[in-house]
T-cell receptor, first 111, second 110 residues
């Protein structure tokens, strides 16, 4: 069963702009993670935020978590053409420890 | 180089045939997972293993089988009972709460 759902499904922006994608989930979680996938490749871990954290930064990435709304957002600042990829959120449900993925957001950054 | 190795990159299956996808890791991780990815549907869990000689069905296990005889290896067999096997298959292991993925196997039906 799909735990997380990303929004929007697709996002097209110009280089230099910020990209924001959102993830909603259904049950209580231990943590939420964001992954990136280039076309035809495996996923690469970007950032993890725990259920007791509200915001986390890593380079040009900023992740927020609102457990009361069961939602998270990923912000990529000053986007580059190389950021073009699909981005997935994954949650470890409380008591499960089995990562469950959403359908992903496809990001295209035009040079 | 530490990581997850999947092979082959491309695989073709004839009707009625079983095929096996290889997944090897040298990260010393206990937990390993197999996901199926169809266009627009994200990743769906097929099987997972938390420890050697133990594995559990995921959400879409029908038509698939696995084994976990060694910590490093978690092969997936797509059996003839899987009527729609065309998809991108991803193997992962888990360490420090993160998943480490292989580069995937694209399975197609001839």
């Amino acid at each position: 069963s799909q735990q997380g759902e990303e929004d929007p499904q697709a996002l097209s922006i110009q280089e230099g702009e910020n990209a924001t994608m959102n993830c909603s989930y259904k049950t209580s979680i231990n943590n939420l993670q964001w992954y990136r996938q280039n076309s035809g490749r495996g996923l690469v871990h970007l950032i993890l935020i725990r259920s007791n954290e509200r915001e986390k930064h890593s380079g040009r990435l900023r992740v927020t978590l609102d457990t009361s709304k069961k939602s998270s957002s990923l912000l990529i600042t000053a986007s580059r053409a190389a950021d073009t990829a699909s981005y997935f959120c994954a949650t470890d449900a409380r008591g499960s420890y089995i990562p469950t993925f959403g359908r992903g957001t496809s990001l295209i950054v035009h040079p | 180089d530490g990581g997850i190795t999947q092979s082959p990159k491309y695989l073709f299956r004839k009707e009625g045939q079983n095929v096996t996808l290889s997944c090897e890791q040298n990260l010393n991780h206990d937990a390993m997972y197999w996901y199926r990815q169809d266009p627009g549907q994200g990743l769906r869990l097929i099987y997972y293993s938390q420890i050697v000689n133990d594995f559990q069905k995921g959400d879409i296990a029908e038509g698939y089988s696995v084994s976990r005889e060694k910590k490093e290896s978690f092969p997936l067999t797509v059996t003839s009972a899987q009527k729609n096997p065309t998809a991108f298959y991803l193997c992962a292991s888990k360490g420090y709460e993160k998943l480490f993925f292989g580069s995937g196997t694209q399975l197609s039906v001839l």
